[in-house]
């Protein structure tokens, strides 16, 4: 069976730090990747996506990142953390068109 | 207009009450049709797909209208475990990618 990882689970940094958060799924292959941050009572939004190593697609333009190193490793990250990007950073994996699923996230407060 | 619009509630029911979420979407050309449960610190699980001749799923209906392009999720029977927040989510512009509704927040009391 498929499963997904995000380390850490939470996290406090401060402002102007870096950030590198990592997802990791098992049981699939070329499985499409997903970031998504939920800042507190706010809905999902989504960050980035992958189809593939080293295919990334940006849906919001913002001092983050993504990589895909591996087919199935997922990473976000941040030279300089921001207040504003504090939030619940959850990983999402799928097959072609359909459900996602999620990882159980890494709680992130930038101070 | 909203890609995904949900009740914005929240809903406070008694044990065994019957509720029913509303959901809209934008998006005409939207193939896929979900409903998530998220547990308060939790990330969201896959509660049920929508088919287009709606599907049950044990106290759980849920039905799709794409001609008023309108989701619902019914609980029969509530139980205190239903209380969570319901995602209503909708397939978006690329079959890749999934559009979130905010939720709509359900407490069921003893």
């Known amino acids: 069976s498929q499963t997904i990882h995000q380390w850490p689970a939470t996290l406090v940094q401060p402002v102007g730090s870096p950030l590198s958060l990592e997802c990791t799924v098992e049981?699939?292959?070329?499985?499409?990747l997903y970031w998504y941050r939920q800042a507190a009572g706010r809905g999902l939004q989504l960050l980035f996506y992958?189809?593939?190593?080293?295919?990334i697609s940006s849906e919001v333009p913002q001092n983050l990142s993504a990589s895909r190193p591996q087919d199935r490793q997922f990473i976000l990250s941040s030279k300089k953390l921001l207040l504003s990007d504090s939030g619940f950073y959850l990983c999402?994996?799928?097959?072609?068109?359909?459900?996602?699923?999620f990882g159980p996230g890494t709680r992130l407060t930038v101070t | 207009r909203k890609e995904v619009e949900q009740d914005p509630g929240p809903f406070n029911v008694p044990e065994g009450a019957t509720v029913a979420f509303n959901c809209t979407y934008s998006?005409?050309?939207?193939?896929?049709f979900f409903w998530y449960r998220q547990d308060c610190r939790k990330e969201p699980k896959l509660l049920m797909s929508?088919?287009?001749s709606g599907n049950e799923d044990g106290r759980f209906t849920a039905q799709l209208n794409r001609a008023s392009q309108y989701i619902s999720l019914l609980i029969r029977d509530s139980k205190l475990s239903d209380s969570a927040t319901y995602l209503c989510?909708?397939?978006?512009?690329?079959?890749?990618?999934?559009?979130f509704g905010k939720g709509t927040l359900l407490t069921v009391n003893p």
């Open positions: 992958s189809v593939g190593i080293g295919q």
């Open positions: 929508v088919y287009s």
């Open positions: 049981g699939t292959s070329n499985p499409n």
């Open positions: 989510v909708v397939s978006g512009g690329s079959n890749y990618k999934l559009t």
């Open positions: 998006n005409s050309a939207s193939q896929s």
């Open positions: 999402a994996w799928s097959v072609s068109q359909g459900e996602q699923y």
